[in-house]
């Protein structure tokens, strides 16, 4: 089955600088990656998402990189501002099914 | 739409006691997905159901758990008998289309205390 590992567990970082949050998966047949964001007490919501026929996605401050070759996926967030504090998961599928295998979650803290 | 209604959002129960976690999908989604979170294991998939019909259900944890979906707009997760480590937040989440690729819309989750 999908394997998914996610670093840091925990990232802190200067507001306006920016983060970046790492997943690897372990099975080459998955095609799909979203990224998940949750904050305290509340459900997780998709804030992007990539296909395995695009390399990167951007989308305002937040883009998605995929490497297929290295099976690894990075959330890079720009200009980090208090609101994006939160925990972030990664996802993928098991390759043809639809439910998602989640890595461990980065909570991401932006000192001010 | 008033996305994915879950109920309820809280329970308290003692062990022993019969659970029933229920689940309202997205009006016109055909896919719906049970997760649980906890701190230690985080979000698992515990069961995903294709147009009313459960697809995959190797991530339930054992015997005591059973999920049914009679139609298309309901589903319930019982948990009988529950344990003190059943303890967690059961997500049910819900998507247009069946298939790998469907964004997956989650409801507020039910937040379950077993003692």
């Known amino acids: 089955g999908e394997n998914v590992e996610q670093h840091p567990s925990t990232l802190s970082v200067q507001e306006g600088d920016s983060a970046v949050i790492k997943c690897t998966y372990s099975?080459?047949?998955?095609?799909?990656f979203p990224w998940y964001k949750q904050e305290l007490g509340k459900r997780p919501q998709l804030i992007i998402d990539?296909?395995?026929?695009?390399g990167e996605k951007k989308d305002q401050r937040i883009a998605v990189t995929l490497n297929k070759t290295a099976k690894h996926f990075s959330l890079h967030i720009t200009e980090t501002q208090p609101e994006d504090s939160a925990v972030y998961f990664c996802?993928?599928?098991?390759?043809?099914?639809?439910?998602?295998?989640f890595g461990k979650g980065t909570h991401l803290i932006i000192q001010p | 739409d008033a996305g994915v209604i879950q109920s309820p959002r809280h329970e308290v129960t003692e062990m022993g006691q019969e659970v029933t976690l229920r689940c309202k999908p997205i009006?016109?989604?055909?896919?719906l997905f049970w997760y649980r979170q906890t701190m230690m294991r985080g979000l698992e998939l515990l069961i995903y159901?294709?147009?009313?019909?459960?697809?995959?259900d190797s991530g339930m944890p054992e015997d005591r758990f059973s999920a049914k979906m009679p139609n298309a707009s309901f589903s319930t997760l019982k948990i009988q008998p529950s344990e003190p480590r059943d303890s967690a937040v059961y997500f049910c989440?819900?998507?247009?289309?069946?298939?790998?690729?469907?964004?997956?819309?989650f409801g507020a989750g039910t937040r379950l205390s077993v003692l």
């Open positions: 989440a819900s998507s247009f289309l069946a298939g790998p690729g469907n964004i997956q819309y």
């Open positions: 099975d080459s047949a998955s095609n799909y």
């Open positions: 990539i296909r395995s026929n695009v």
């Open positions: 996802a993928a599928p098991e390759g043809g099914a639809d439910g998602l295998t």
């Open positions: 009006s016109g989604h055909n896919s």
């Open positions: 159901f294709n147009n009313n019909v459960p697809i995959d």
